[in-house]
């Protein structure tokens, strides 16, 4: 298996271009989510998703949209890229163990907004 | 959802053992407790959980308190490898609105 796979690794934005962070996954996880990490700070969740076609809101959605139309890929969209969104995003799928769930996480794309 | 506190930062000699607390006094009867880890310059990775007992993998243990509202992650002998960020958090079952959420978690500093 892969695991978690996120395109690209590395990306630089002009203030107002969109772009698509893309994020697959290959065992057949049901959950998925995207966090950014803003330098020295821990992760903040954006988007999360527990099936293909089902999304809902983290604690910092705001320029940005997502959607779930397989198990397997979960794309992060920039609406309109600012600076503020300079980060590094993981993506991160769910496996089920019991109850409850372990998080897979992708390696990461490091973005900046210029 | 409860919330977790742990210690910004610790330092601990390599080939020593490591404690790092966790305080969850508002946990539910339903929360496991979680354990991720991030490497330098890498996305976090899963150590280990627990519901109510003492667990043991070979990364790591985590002893949980008997009222449950604080637990502690055992690195038997650290070395320069463990150097990461340490997180705690609390996940309830499986269900629809399931948001998890991570704090800012302690560094963790591995001295030679």
């Known amino acids: 298996n892969a695991g978690v796979t996120q395109t690209p690794k590395f990306q630089v934005l002009k203030t107002g271009q969109s772009m698509t962070l893309q994020c697959a996954q290959d065992m057949n996880h049901e959950y998925m989510s995207w966090y950014r990490q803003d330098p020295g700070m821990g992760l903040r969740l954006i988007h999360y998703s527990v099936g293909a076609g089902i999304t809902d809101q983290g604690e910092v959605p705001n320029g940005y949209n997502v959607s779930r139309s397989t198990t397997e890929d979960f794309p992060l969209r920039l609406l309109s890229a600012a600076p503020s969104q300079t980060s590094v995003y993981f993506c991160a799928s769910s496996r089920r163990t019991g109850p409850t769930y372990e998080q897979y996480f992708g390696p990461g794309t490091r973005l900046t907004v210029t | ?112």
Not at chain 2, 14 to 39: A, F, K, M
Request: hydrophobic share 30%; charged share 25%.
């Open chain 2, 1 to 112: 959802d409860a919330k977790t506190t742990q210690p910004n930062s610790m330092e601990s000699n390599e080939e020593e053992p490591v404690h790092l607390p966790c305080n969850h006094s508002t946990i539910s009867g339903t929360d496991y407790i979680h354990w991720y880890r991030q490497l330098p310059s890498q996305g976090p990775e899963y150590v280990i959980h627990g519901l109510t007992s003492n667990v043991n993998n070979r990364m790591a243990s985590l002893a949980i308190a008997e009222d449950r509202k604080s637990s502690t992650l055992i690195l038997h002998r650290a070395t320069l490898r463990d150097a990461a960020v340490y997180y705690c958090i609390l996940r309830d079952a499986p269900r629809r609105d399931d948001k998890i959420i991570f704090g800012k978690g302690t560094r963790l500093h591995i001295l030679p």
